[in-house]
């Protein structure tokens, strides 16, 4: 799960399809009932999507002293399961200077997320306890049409993962790098994904995040912005090449976004969780 800094890759359309276009449009206000509903897109947004565009918006909060939230929409070329293995599967590395692990389950698909920045020095590493989990309502209300799987910060979950690494060392980290990191203020998002007839799958992830100390917000925001076509690009070859060869009988159940068990790829039925 990519929680700091969050694309398409494939052979574009000739020209860009009304009727997909439309289509966009309904999937987008059917989804809007998430528990961080997408901003609005123009029309020549929805056929930027249809050209195999990253659409990319700053969504200003309505307090101008909040900070705001970087927003990547694309339609990628995978099925919807793979791609939210690619993006939910604890064991996909999403980026190499990122250390993630869950601190605790709290449900079937409900868990506590540690994640730790290695940043170049000078600058202080960052780290961060998430409470992340599905939307099963979104998914219900939507006839699972909608998932959202989404974190917020939990402001005192630092202790419960510094007792983990201390007892063994998670993720190489030490406690010394855990003492020496600042805890961020601000880490909120969400991934939503939602399948299209023409076999495309409409993803958008949005990242609001506040790294404190001397870095300044719009320094992150603009940062996070550049990163969000390698972001979709990342999760989307993942989906192609990765997911179907690592979800397979072996692999334990992962639940999609209503909480059922995604079936495993090679035709093994996915016990439940």
Request: charged residues 20%; hydrophobic residues 45%.
């Amino acid at each position: 799960m990519l929680t700091l800094l969050p694309a398409l890759l494939g052979a574009a359309p000739a020209a860009a399809a009304p009727a997909l276009q439309d289509e966009i449009a309904r999937v987008l206000q059917t989804c809007s009932a998430a528990k961080y509903p997408l901003p609005a897109i123009t029309a020549e947004q929805r056929a930027e999507l249809d050209r195999s565009e990253v659409v990319r918006i700053v969504h200003h909060a309505d307090d101008p002293e909040a900070p705001s939230t970087a927003v990547g929409i694309a339609l990628l070329e995978a099925d919807r399961n793979a791609l939210w293995i690619a993006a939910q599967d604890p064991h996909a590395q999403v980026d190499p200077s990122l250390t993630e692990f869950v601190v605790e389950w709290l449900g079937v698909d409900d868990a506590l997320w540690y994640g730790y920045l290695d940043l170049p020095r000078p600058i202080r590493d960052r780290q961060w306890v998430v409470s992340s989990g599905n939307n099963h309502p979104l998914a219900r209300k939507t006839g699972d049409l909608c998932w959202e799987h989404k974190w917020t910060l939990v402001s005192d979950g630092l202790p419960r993962a510094r007792a983990m690494v201390a007892d063994g060392g998670i993720g190489g980290l030490t406690v010394e790098q855990l003492d020496s990191a600042v805890y961020t203020p601000v880490n909120r998002g969400a991934w939503l994904m939602a399948p299209l007839s023409d076999g495309r799958t409409l993803v958008a992830y949005q990242a609001t995040s506040v790294v404190g100390g001397a870095i300044p917000d719009w320094l992150v925001l603009q940062l996070t912005m550049s990163r969000l076509q390698s972001v979709l690009d990342d999760l989307e070859a993942r989906a192609q090449h990765w997911s179907p060869s690592h979800y397979t009988a072996a692999h334990a159940a992962v639940p999609g976004g209503a909480g059922e068990p995604i079936p495993r790829f090679g035709g093994a039925a996915a016990a439940a969780p």
